[in-house]
């Protein structure tokens, strides 16, 4: 089918090459603007515009796109069957919705109604959830509140982070946007519609989120640990730094929230419920990262010392 692709991140890459490979006509990619990145602040292409340029297929990039006439025209010029759409950053226009007749067709990473919005990975990881899956979709004006086509469940392993699973869970959507394209050009595409009362949101991460809360239990707070791993990780502060947990484990152990304590190499932190956080990886504001033996020996906290704001 000819097709536009709209795409931005390494998770949209996986759909682009896998519709190429299928041997769909891709008109169209269209991407982020370059975005300064780096020390140097140097222009750096998204992904998918290096994907495009390997494929070597047309790319646009334009700053706006709602009242952009210039883009609608060669939208409209290209005439497209489908518009797909993987994590482009962009709400699309109704003008855009209505332009091909299959529609802009969306891969979502979540089992919708669940985790709506941008985030779906990490909140999935962060609530505890041991399944978690991608849908394709048609693009409604709401956010990802359109009728569902296809869905593929995918399991959450007990050591996924947000990093570790999105790139099983892009790979698996392409799979399924390109099950989901061969069953509309075929005309055997059954649009259900989402039971909007049972939907969850993903809302976009904020910095904050990564402020880790002891009163949450130790389970909790490492499923978030998890779920923002890279970014923006889980952090709090020791002794008035900064102070970065990179890996922790739940253990059985009684301290009160925040409250830290050696036992020999190892290093606890208590956290809600009754419950306790074994640290195993670290790093301290302005430091490498380092293995919880190393901080014991180097910082050697001592009885009653506390993680936290103003501690």
Not at 51 to 71: M, V, W
Not at 79 to 91: F, K, L, M, N, T
Not at 203 to 209: A, N, S
Request: aromatic share 6%.
């Amino acid at each position: 089918m000819k097709l536009v692709f709209c795409g931005t991140p390494r998770f949209a890459v996986a759909s682009l090459q896998h519709i190429v490979r299928a041997g769909h006509d891709v008109r169209l990619v269209v991407t982020q603007p370059d975005r300064p990145k780096g020390r140097g602040m140097g222009l750096a292409f998204s992904p998918v515009k290096d994907a495009a340029l390997e494929l070597g297929l047309p790319i646009t990039q334009p700053e706006k796109i709602k009242n952009n006439e210039e883009f609608r025209r060669q939208l409209t010029e290209i005439a497209p069957e489908a518009i797909i759409v993987v994590g482009y950053g962009r709400i699309i226009p109704q003008w855009m919705i209505d332009l091909p007749p299959l529609g802009n067709i969306n891969v979502h990473a979540s089992l919708l109604p669940q985790y709506r919005g941008a985030a779906p990975i990490q909140w999935a990881i962060a609530s505890g959830d041991r399944v978690t899956g991608v849908t394709t979709m048609k693009i409604d004006a709401g956010l990802d509140t359109g009728d569902m086509l296809l869905q593929a469940e995918m399991p959450i392993e007990a050591d996924d982070t947000a990093e570790t699973l999105a790139p099983r869970l892009a790979e698996l959507g392409a799979e399924l946007l390109v099950e989901t394209l061969a069953r509309a050009e075929a005309g055997l595409t059954l649009p259900v519609a989402q039971n909007h009362a049972e939907h969850t949101l993903a809302p976009i991460l904020k910095k904050d989120d990564g402020q880790i809360d002891f009163h949450r239990s130790a389970t909790e707070i490492v499923n978030r640990l998890r779920g923002f791993t890279p970014w923006p990780g889980a952090f709090t502060q020791f002794r008035g730094k900064g102070f970065v947990v990179h890996s922790a484990r739940a253990v059985d152990a009684k301290l009160a929230p925040g409250e830290l304590r050696a036992e020999g190499d190892r290093l606890l932190a208590g956290a809600g419920n009754a419950t306790a956080l074994e640290l195993v990886e670290i790093q301290l504001e302005g430091k490498k990262r380092m293995s919880a033996r190393d901080f014991v020996n180097g910082y050697r906290p001592k009885a009653g010392e506390t993680l936290g704001l103003d501690k």
